[in-house]
T-cell receptor, first 113, second 110 residues
Framework: GAVVSQHPSWVICKSGTSVKIECRSL??????MFWYRQFPKQSLMLMAT?????????EQGVEKDKFLINHASLTLSTLTVTSAHPEDSSFYIC?????????FGPGTRLTVL | GEDVEQSLFLSVREGDSSVINCTYT??????LYWYKQEPGAGLQLLTY?????DMKQDQRLTVLLNKKDKHLSLRIADTQTGDSAIYFC??????????FGSGTRLLVRP
């Protein structure tokens, strides 16, 4: 079946630093990948839609300069949280689209001190 | 905008059936999904149903869709303790984005 990986699975960083999270589709090519954010005990909030070779489409209220998304190939999308602050601490989940299904990565837990 | 709603919590006894309900607002949804999330993990696709279907069965899982009422349900037969998790329903909108419900926490008591 379709497998999506994320790296790292968890990261702790100091306030003001930048953190990059990778999302890879391991056994299929994904022209579209999605980035979600999930707060504790809450649902997933779509942050942006990432299309290979083009700029990401951000949802309303998501700062594109804060959350940089790059989709350089059909199997890799990256999310960089720039100048991270404690309020950016969250669980970040990516998904990759194939046909009409979305396959989710295991998530990355970011803690900003 | 689109909205998907679920009840927050369900508790059942091991061996009983569980029914998790979901309502949605977007009548143009083509696919509706059920995902399972265990603590600290990503989402696992359980099953999905195309909008022109009324029912889909997959082993212990039965999905019922009432398109007129925009109501979706997931029935888990013979619920086991390993089924304890959060269950999200989601609809795919016309731009292929998934709109998630708030999640239903299922607790299976021994």
């Amino acid at each position: 079946g379709a497998v999506v990986s994320q790296h790292p699975s968890w990261v702790i960083c100091k306030s003001g630093t930048s953190v990059k999270i990778e999302c890879r589709s391991l056994d299929f090519q994904a022209t579209t990948m999605f980035w979600y954010r999930q707060f504790p005990k809450q649902s997933l909030m779509l942050m942006a839609t990432s299309n290979e070779g083009s700029k990401a489409t951000y949802e309303q209220g998501v700062e594109k300069d804060k959350f940089l998304i790059n989709h350089a190939s059909l199997t890799l999308s990256t999310l960089t949280v720039t100048s991270a602050h404690p309020e950016d601490s969250s669980f970040y989940i990516c998904s990759a689209s194939s046909d009409n299904e979305q396959f989710f990565g295991p998530g990355t837990r970011l803690t900003v001190l | 905008g689109e909205d998907v709603e679920q009840s927050l919590f369900l508790s059942v006894r091991e061996g009983d059936s569980s029914v998790i309900n979901c309502t949605y607002t977007d009548s143009s949804s083509t696919y509706l999904y059920w995902y399972k999330q265990e603590p600290g993990a990503g989402l696992q696709l359980l099953t999905y149903i195309f909008s022109n279907m009324d029912m889909k069965q997959d082993q212990r899982l039965t999905v019922l869709l009432n398109k007129k009422d925009k109501h979706l349900s997931l029935r888990i037969a013979d619920t086991q303790t390993g089924d304890s998790a959060i269950y999200f329903c989601a609809e795919m909108d016309s731009s292929y984005k998934l709109i998630f419900g708030s999640g239903t926490r299922l607790l299976v008591r021994p």
